[in-house]
């Protein structure tokens, strides 16, 4: 089951309030709620907050699923979350934006996979207690009605150190630092081009960055487009282990069998 309050007040408040309880046969029934508040100081500035709760119980991956690589446990317990952020918007009127978030987490029960060298096998399990606390922040310049320039920030931090001797396949390989850059626009005769050039360093691992490029025509019934990813060929891995795939290209024809 599940409800919402959304309020509104003198154009410069706003409130939510939400709960979904659930119920599940062999556990007892989980509450979560929700709250968020935000109040625009000008015209231009808006400060907001909110607070949750979240609950999942384990998938039929996690409690069962056996590969050569991976086992699952039946023993899982479900994760449970609170999460707090606070943060605050500015747009200048349409030119300029920017926003910044401060947040934290506290999780308990995580589900993560586990092993205790390279060539072990990963297995499901709970870690215990883990506190997450991050800042994101971001801007964006609009250039006319036609172009558009991002910048994305996220520093996290887990209060949790690594159980040692122990690789961890998720909980343990967070992100500490990323930024993305990002463009999008239509240049002469229809062309849509978007690009973006991120950079991320994980957790006790070297950093790295990848760059990908978007070309498509907007014009006519037969628009080709190509999209060109990790350019600059950059080995990395998300999860210990398996290499990401390096330069590709994807290109097609979208046809158009009627006009818009």
Do not use: C
Request: glycine share 10%; hydrophobic share 40%; aromatic share 10%.
């Amino acid at each position: 089951a599940y409800g919402s309050l959304d309020l509104r007040a003198l154009r410069r408040f706003s409130l939510s309030l939400g709960a979904r309880e659930e119920v599940y046969g062999s556990l007892a029934s989980q509450l979560s709620p929700s709250l968020a508040a935000g109040v625009w100081l000008t015209s231009r500035v808006k400060v907001r907050g909110s607070v949750s709760r979240a609950f999942r119980v384990p998938t039929y991956t996690d409690l069962y699923y056996h590969d050569p690589a991976n086992l699952g446990s039946p023993d899982l317990r479900p994760e449970r979350a609170w999460s707090q952020e606070a943060g605050i918007d500015w747009n200048s009127g349409g030119v300029f934006r920017a926003a910044a978030t401060l947040f934290h987490r506290r999780e308990q029960d995580v589900i993560d996979y586990i092993r205790r060298s390279p060539s072990d096998i990963w297995r499901a399990t709970n870690v215990h207690r883990i506190r997450f606390t991050g800042i994101e922040a971001t801007a964006g310049v609009r250039a006319g009605r036609s172009q558009q320039l991002d910048f994305r920030y996220t520093g996290l931090n887990g209060a949790q150190n690594a159980i040692p001797g122990v690789l961890s396949k998720y909980v343990f390989n967070y992100p500490s630092h990323s930024g993305v850059a990002s463009w999008h626009g239509t240049l002469a005769k229809g062309l849509l081009a978007r690009t973006r050039v991120g950079a991320l360093n994980r957790r006790a691992r070297d950093p790295y960055a990848l760059w990908d490029i978007y070309l498509a025509s907007t014009r006519g019934r037969f628009r080709p487009f190509a999209q060109f990813t990790n350019l600059t060929a950059t080995v990395y891995e998300e999860i210990p282990g398996v290499v990401m795939p390096g330069r590709a290209v994807v290109g097609g024809i979208e046809i158009l069998l009627q006009r818009r």
